[in-house]
């Protein structure tokens, strides 16, 4: 039988030490705490120096507003805090820090030394440190500029069970640097210093602009990530987002450029990770991770971030509204960043190497007119050189590459592709789709001709087919250089979102979705939440064409489903639904059955490799690519073009050097 134990106060020392369980996890959780104290107190510089990964030293130095005297003492007691007074403060947190028990908690496993000033003149200052068992804090006079220091030596010194489980010196110091890279970008507009070993890591001057912004990500991230990724920002009924979106083709094999922050604070939250992954569902390839810097700007009374001790995670109050504007405004931008724009094309991961090129003849040359005959001694040369030897492109070049390019085929100045098959759900099956394949023409409908004339001195972003290569690829010449097509990615991909726009409608317009009754309704056996999911959301599930009753407290019936899904296991996919349902406030899985089926129809009507096509056809699957969303990938996210500059085409063959 166990002893009964009486009821007692903790000794305050062990009662940090068990708080500091919570906060202080090893010195990356030291410093992502000192660093938002010094943020909330206004600094606009803030300097870190560590020693021996932050086991042995971690100071961090900032000029803001200072504590005052009589202040110090209660700086390192627990549940003190100049943040919050009461529930409406809580209610609406806009500050970093504001638990009262971080300074408490890394003071109890450590020897912590705290200075500050709030005066202008440095020979002012106090210095307060916690001694003894008690943890009384003493406070003496000591110079020092105006703002805070802290000083946290020998972590867990007092604690070995936990100082064991520190890792290597470069460990430890690699999770330092990455809560320093997640601060410096929650606040771009401070100044920032790393130092360790008396070695300074990163020097960050402060970004009042978006090219002040830019040089600070490509300090943070690499030059990769600020070439390869678009800069949105979107404002709509109280919510704001803004940052930087990594292009499809720029994906990293682990998640660790994933950077999201709520009213500055960095979050790792399960519902907005759902919507920003839903966003690259259709461009992303398999096991692959986007990269992204986003910051959402919201009302702090609707988010609550109270749900953590370590406060990464946060509550929206309205979490559908939240997940639906991410995801439309990431989708959009994603969809709009069309092939021939600048980075788009741009494939950071190492391809697998093809085969050689084989020259292009000019054979057809001889009987276009003299304009033609000086344009082939100087074949589609757009750029020039100045007097540097850099390149440049003048009108004068362009305008003669056009010209040159009507002479050497006057016959094929519109597109001459028939349309596409018809798309399920809109009168065809997959049987009629393959049918298709066989009579139609390679490549999708255009109604634009293959050369438009808008502009006589600007060639289109994908320039012009110059070649077909092996029967699978396009050479196409740009006014930046050589641009290479995978034209049975290209194609997949503009007919996959035809068929997309066919059968689900439009964006702002009834989609073609056809629904078929079942013959014997499915049963499902559910529980009393899902039952309940399955009332509030019946318009939800009906505007996706299944129709869900409720037969009794814990049962379901199916009528109704997608004619695309008559043969899927409707049991699971409403039930998975239902599960999105109720914890992210919606659900794509059926969108995203019928997707998968219509990239398998577009796959198998698309452009077959092997396939010759004429220079009319390329042309006009180039400009379709241009008009086409999300076509910088195929359905399964791989890459559909390249593109070779000519000052990289020049550093193949030494030229210049």
Same mark, same amino acid.
């Given at each position: 039988?166990?002893?009964?134990?009486?009821?007692?106060?903790?000794?305050?020392?062990?009662?940090?030490?068990?708080?500091?369980?919570?906060?202080?996890?090893?010195?990356?959780?030291?410093?992502?705490?000192?660093?938002?104290?010094?943020?909330?107190?206004?600094?606009?510089?803030?300097?870190?120096?560590?020693?021996?990964?932050?086991?042995?030293? &971690?100071?961090?130095?900032?000029?803001?507003?200072?504590?005052?005297? %009589?202040?110090?003492?209660?700086?390192?007691?627990?549940?003190?805090?100049?943040?919050?007074?009461?529930?409406?403060?809580?209610?609406?947190?806009?500050?970093?820090?504001?638990?009262?028990?971080?300074?408490?908690?890394?003071?109890?496993?450590?020897?912590?030394?705290?200075?500050?000033?709030?005066?202008?003149?440095?020979?002012?200052?106090?210095?307060?440190?916690?001694?003894?068992?008690?943890?009384?804090?003493?406070?003496?006079?000591?110079?020092?500029?105006?703002?805070?220091?802290?000083?946290?030596?020998?972590?867990?010194?007092?604690?070995?069970?936990?100082?064991?489980?520190?890792?290597?010196?470069?460990?430890?110091?690699?999770?330092?640097?990455? !809560?320093?890279?997640?601060?410096?970008?929650?606040?771009?507009?401070?100044?920032?210093?790393?130092?360790?070993?008396?070695?300074?890591?990163?020097?960050?001057?402060?970004?009042?602009?978006?090219?002040?912004?830019?040089?600070?990500?490509?300090?943070?991230?690499?030059?990769?990530?600020?070439?390869?990724?678009?800069?949105?920002?979107?404002?709509?009924?109280?919510?704001?987002?803004?940052?930087?979106?990594?292009?499809?083709?720029?994906?990293?094999?682990?998640?660790?450029?994933?950077?999201?922050?709520?009213?500055?604070?960095?979050?790792?939250?399960?519902?907005?990770?759902?919507? &920003?992954?839903?966003?690259?569902?259709?461009?992303?390839?398999?096991?692959?991770?986007?990269?992204?810097?986003?910051?959402?700007?919201?009302?702090?009374?609707?988010?609550?971030?109270?749900?953590?001790?370590?406060?990464?995670?946060?509550?929206?109050?309205?979490?559908?509204?939240?997940?639906?504007?991410?995801?439309?405004?990431?989708?959009?931008?994603?969809?709009?960043?069309?092939?021939?724009?600048?980075?788009?094309?741009?494939?950071? %991961?190492?391809?697998?190497?093809?085969?050689? !090129?084989?020259?292009?003849?000019?054979?057809?040359?001889?009987?276009?007119?003299?304009?033609?005959?000086?344009?082939?001694?100087?074949?589609?040369?757009?750029?020039?050189?100045?007097?540097?030897?850099?390149?440049?492109?003048?009108?004068?070049?362009?305008?003669?590459?056009?010209?040159?390019?009507?002479?050497?085929?006057?016959?094929?100045?519109?597109?001459?592709?028939?349309?596409?098959?018809?798309?399920?759900?809109?009168?065809?099956?997959?049987?009629?789709?393959?049918?298709?394949?066989?009579?139609?023409?390679?490549?999708?409908?255009?109604?634009?001709?293959?050369?438009?004339? %808008?502009?006589?001195?600007?060639?289109?972003?994908?320039?012009?087919?110059?070649?077909?290569?092996?029967?699978?690829?396009?050479?196409?010449?740009?006014?930046?250089?050589?641009?290479?097509?995978?034209?049975?990615?290209?194609?997949?991909?503009?007919?996959?979102?035809?068929?997309?726009?066919?059968?689900?409608?439009?964006?702002?317009?009834?989609?073609?979705?056809?629904?078929?009754?079942?013959?014997?309704?499915?049963?499902?056996?559910?529980?009393?939440?899902?039952?309940?999911?399955?009332?509030?959301?019946?318009?939800?599930?009906?505007?996706?064409?299944?129709?869900?009753?409720?037969?009794?407290?814990?049962?379901?019936?199916?009528?109704?489903?997608?004619?695309?899904?008559?043969?899927?296991?409707?049991?699971?996919?409403?039930?998975?639904?239902?599960?999105?349902? %109720?914890?992210?406030?919606?659900?794509?899985?059926?969108?995203?059955?019928?997707?998968?089926?219509?990239?398998?129809?577009?796959?198998?009507?698309?452009?077959?490799?092997?396939?010759?096509?004429?220079?009319?056809?390329?042309?006009?699957?180039?400009?379709?690519?241009?008009?086409?969303?999300?076509?910088?990938?195929?359905?399964?996210?791989?890459?559909?073009?390249?593109?070779?500059?000519?000052?990289?085409?020049?550093?193949?063959?030494?030229?210049?050097?």
């Amino acid at each position: 039988m166990t002893d009964r134990q009486h009821i007692q106060v903790l000794d305050p020392r062990l009662a940090n030490q068990i708080a500091a369980g919570e906060v202080v996890e090893r010195p990356s959780s030291v410093v992502k705490e000192l660093v938002e104290n010094a943020i909330d107190a206004g600094s606009r510089r803030i300097e870190v120096e560590l020693e021996s990964g932050g086991a042995r030293l &971690i100071r961090v130095r900032d000029d803001g507003v200072g504590i005052d005297e %009589e202040d110090l003492p209660l700086a390192l007691s627990r549940h003190a805090t100049s943040k919050i007074a009461s529930l409406d403060d809580l209610e609406g947190v806009a500050s970093l820090g504001f638990r009262g028990e971080a300074l408490a908690s890394i003071s109890s496993v450590s020897r912590l030394e705290l200075m500050s000033n709030v005066e202008d003149d440095p020979t002012c200052g106090w210095r307060v440190v916690v001694e003894g068992r008690r943890m009384e804090p003493r406070v003496t006079p000591s110079p020092h500029p105006r703002g805070t220091s802290v000083t946290v030596r020998d972590l867990f010194f007092n604690t070995p069970a936990r100082r064991k489980f520190l890792r290597t010196e470069k460990t430890e110091f690699g999770h330092v640097e990455e !809560a320093f890279r997640r601060q410096a970008l929650s606040r771009l507009d401070l100044g920032w210093v790393l130092r360790h070993n008396q070695k300074t890591i990163h020097q960050l001057s402060p970004g009042g602009d978006l090219i002040g912004h830019e040089r600070r990500l490509q300090a943070l991230l690499g030059k990769a990530f600020l070439e390869n990724a678009l800069h949105l920002d979107i404002e709509t009924g109280g919510l704001r987002l803004w940052g930087w979106v990594g292009l499809p083709t720029h994906s990293r094999a682990q998640a660790d450029q994933q950077y999201f922050f709520v009213n500055g604070r960095v979050v790792r939250d399960r519902l907005v990770a759902h919507a &920003i992954r839903q966003a690259y569902r259709d461009v992303l390839f398999h096991g692959r991770h986007p990269v992204f810097v986003l910051y959402l700007e919201v009302d702090p009374t609707v988010v609550d971030v109270n749900v953590h001790p370590t406060k990464h995670e946060v509550r929206f109050r309205d979490g559908r509204m939240v997940h639906d504007f991410l995801f439309s405004s990431l989708h959009r931008a994603l969809g709009e960043a069309r092939a021939g724009q600048p980075g788009e094309g741009a494939v950071t %991961e190492e391809a697998p190497a093809g085969e050689s !090129a084989s020259q292009v003849t000019a054979s057809a040359v001889s009987e276009v007119a003299e304009s033609a005959g000086r344009w082939q001694q100087q074949p589609m040369a757009l750029h020039g050189r100045d007097e540097s030897g850099e390149q440049k492109v003048t009108p004068d070049r362009v305008r003669a590459f056009m010209e040159g390019y009507r002479a050497l085929h006057p016959d094929h100045e519109e597109s001459l592709l028939t349309p596409q098959p018809s798309a399920p759900g809109a009168g065809g099956n997959a049987a009629e789709v393959a049918l298709a394949e066989r009579e139609a023409s390679p490549v999708a409908a255009s109604s634009a001709a293959a050369m438009p004339e %808008e502009d006589a001195t600007k060639a289109p972003p994908l320039g012009y087919a110059v070649a077909q290569l092996h029967g699978i690829y396009i050479l196409s010449q740009t006014e930046r250089g050589l641009v290479v097509v995978d034209m049975h990615a290209a194609h997949e991909r503009i007919v996959y979102e035809r068929m997309k726009t066919q059968v689900h409608g439009a964006a702002g317009n009834e989609g073609g979705l056809q629904a078929q009754p079942l013959l014997v309704p499915v049963s499902l056996a559910a529980s009393a939440a899902e039952v309940a999911t399955a009332e509030a959301e019946r318009d939800a599930f009906s505007r996706l064409g299944v129709e869900l009753d409720v037969a009794g407290p814990e049962t379901l019936l199916v009528r109704q489903v997608p004619t695309l899904l008559v043969d899927a296991d409707v049991e699971l996919l409403v039930r998975d639904m239902l599960s999105d349902l %109720e914890r992210y406030g919606r659900s794509d899985r059926l969108e995203a059955h019928i997707n998968e089926l219509l990239s398998t129809m577009a796959c198998h009507g698309s452009v077959r490799a092997n396939r010759q096509l004429t220079t009319a056809e390329m042309n006009a699957l180039l400009r379709d690519m241009e008009r086409t969303e999300r076509s910088g990938q195929c359905n399964h996210g791989r890459p559909t073009w390249t593109e070779m500059s000519l000052k990289e085409l020049d550093r193949l063959f030494l030229r210049g050097q």
